[in-house]
């Protein structure tokens, strides 16, 4: 169930995930949660949502594991 926001529009449930980075790419985030004032959540959560508009709602799970099978410079 969707919940609503301040404004009273829907709201997609969200589900919290943890993940293993690199050092480097948590300095990396670090640095962009500093310089522009966004917390690291907002800034994976902007990220993730560019990266499934460029690959497209078309690859679907077939898709994604054939890319898996390919190796990660295939998400690219």
């Not at 995930?17 to 917390?39: D, S, Y």
């Not at 959540?41 to 390919?70: C, H, K, N, P």
């Amino acid at each position: 169930m969707d919940a609503l926001s301040d404004d009273g529009t829907e709201v997609p449930d969200r589900k919290e995930i943890k993940v293993k980075i690199f050092e480097e790419q948590h300095v990396r985030l670090h640095t962009v949660k500093i310089l522009q004032g966004q917390t690291i959540s907002a800034t994976m959560e902007e990220a993730l949502g560019r990266y499934f508009e460029e690959i497209g709602d078309d690859v679907g799970v077939d898709g994604l594991e054939e890319m898996w099978e390919q190796g990660p410079e295939s998400l690219t």
